[in-house]
T-cell receptor, first 112, second 118 residues
Framework: NAGVTQTPKFQVLKTGQSMTLQCAQD?????MYWYRQDPGMGLRLIYY???????DKGEVPNGYNVSRLNKREFSLRLESAAPSQTSVYFC???????????FGPGTRLLVL | AQSVTQPDIHITVSEGASLELRCNYS??????LFWYVQSPGQGLQLLLK??????LVQGIKGFEAEFKRSQSSFNLRKPSVHWSDAAEYFC????????????????FGKGTKLSVKP
């Protein structure tokens, strides 16, 4: 099992460019999450998907869109990147019976 | 609103010394509580969790945490710190009930960075 995988590992964008961050899990989990991590802020929830076909906003959804493509994959899209979106992005999936979230290795995004 | 407070931004301990990282939460019911660890440049790894039952929980890497309802706390402890424990530690609270589909969502504290002196 690879667990939760994220691509790319690192990306540099110019202001206004768009990109999609990919996340996949092979643990057959129903729930998936996108977080951003900024220094001194901990992790903040951007969007989550409780099951295939559903998505909901978290604490900081502005400037982002998500797609739950199937049970395995949950992507995060920045339509017009801004410097304020420079951050480390983590994807996670949840094993319901243990109420535990498992995290991917992260994507480091720099917006110039 | 639910919240998690980790009062210490940065702690430095000597190798072999004991460690306690503080975590206080605000939640309307008995929450699910978690401690995660993040090594530099890495993702988050679950150390331990509390759902119910025994208020002292054991985790990986020799860590333990104690849930104290009266103090709304879930402090992380280790009796003897190793240099490899240097990392950032996050406390998180999760919904124990289904609030409009948000069951399982986590609220994280801002983290405590642990440095270990030789």
């Amino acid at each position: 099992n690879a667990g939760v995988t994220q691509t790319p590992k690192f990306q540099v964008l110019k202001t206004g460019q768009s990109m999609t961050l990919q996340c996949a899990q092979d643990m057959n989990h129903n729930s998936m999450y996108w977080y951003r991590q900024d220094p001194g802020m901990g992790l903040r929830l951007i969007y989550y998907s409780a099951s295939e076909g559903t998505t909901d906003k978290g604490e900081v959804p502005n400037g982002y869109n998500v797609s739950r493509l199937n049970k395995r994959e949950f992507s995060l899209r920045l339509e017009s990147a801004a410097p304020s979106q420079t951050s480390v992005y983590f994807c996670a999936s949840r094993r319901e019976e243990q109420e535990t979230q498992y995290f991917g290795p992260g994507t480091r995004l720099l917006v110039l | 609103a639910q919240s998690v407070t980790q009062p210490d931004i940065h702690i430095t301990v000597s190798e072999g010394a004991s460690l306690e990282l503080r975590c206080n939460y605000s939640y309307g019911a008995t929450p699910y509580l978690f401690w995660y660890v993040q090594s530099p440049g890495q993702g988050l790894q679950l150390l331990l969790k509390y759902f119910s039952g025994d208020t002292l929980v054991q985790g990986i890497k020799g860590f333990e945490a104690e849930f104290k309802r009266s103090q709304s706390s879930f402090n992380l402890r280790k009796p003897s710190v190793h240099w490899s424990d240097a990392a950032e530690y996050f406390c998180a609270v999760g919904h124990s009930m289904n609030y409009g589909g948000s069951q399982g969502n986590l609220i994280f504290g801002k983290g405590t960075k642990l440095s270990v002196k030789p």
